[in-house]
């Protein structure tokens, strides 16, 4: 399994590798993608990885920026990356909770205090943004919340049992928005801020077949804009 594992970890997009390396407390990375550049991919892998790391905090959040988005896209992402990447099975390495309260239980991966748990949320209801400590978060399609769940997200990020304490968010352009001003600045870091931007093109992922990105130019062509932006 030790082999298998390795071998997984290895086709981890370049730039979870890249911000892995990145050992600041309470960083905020910043990832602004073109459609299809695999940003909630890779979002998902930095999670996951980033839960070894801080393998003696119990609890870390995935959120999205509403419960359709959860539903449909995040949890089925975190349970695929969990077996591809780590050769765990649902329903025996780990449950997925879906009422009251969504969130994955690894089973596999435990604390002294329990199995380490992802607690996801909706930004739309960002006033249900409670519960213990957490180590570090992912965020999906950041430029659809309210500012008031990244603050509220980053202000949770405290938890004394983690190594490192860090929050991802993720995200295409959506207009001149909270979100436009936080993460528009060169890509690389800035350290006044402690924020560290990655640009992520259309054309970076190699699973995309070599047709979508004409796909996407016929279906925005009416705006030059939004089309750059989406790339």
């Not at 979002?43 to 959040?61: D, F, G």
Request: contains cysteine; positive net charge; charged residues 25%.
């Amino acid at each position: 399994m030790r082999n298998r594992e390795v071998e997984r970890k290895l086709i981890a997009p370049f730039w979870v590798w890249n911000l892995l390396h990145d050992r600041k407390q309470y960083r905020c990375h910043w990832i602004t993608k073109g459609l299809g550049a695999g940003g909630t991919h890779g979002a998902v892998v930095w999670h996951l990885l980033m839960c070894r790391e801080n393998a003696q905090s119990r609890y870390s959040w995935s959120i999205g920026p509403t419960f359709t988005q959860v539903e449909n896209t995040l949890i089925p992402e975190f349970v695929k990356v969990l077996y591809d990447y780590f050769g765990l099975l649902e329903g025996i390495h780990f449950d997925v909770i879906t009422s009251k309260r969504p969130r994955i239980v690894i089973h596999a991966w435990k604390t002294k205090r329990g199995p380490q748990e992802i607690h996801f949320f909706s930004a739309e209801k960002a006033e249900r943004f409670v519960g213990p400590s957490i180590s570090h978060a992912s965020g999906t399609e950041v430029g659809l919340w309210k500012r008031v769940a990244y603050e509220k997200t980053r202000a949770r990020i405290r938890c004394s049992l983690a190594k490192v304490k860090q929050f991802l968010l993720e995200g295409t352009p959506e207009g001149f928005n909270w979100y436009e001003k936080e993460a528009n600045f060169p890509e690389g870091i800035d350290e006044e801020r402690n924020y560290r931007r990655i640009i992520l093109h259309t054309s970076d992922n190699p699973t995309l077949e070599p047709d979508y990105i004409d796909n996407l130019r016929m279906a925005y062509a009416y705006d030059p804009g939004k089309l750059e932006s989406y790339l």
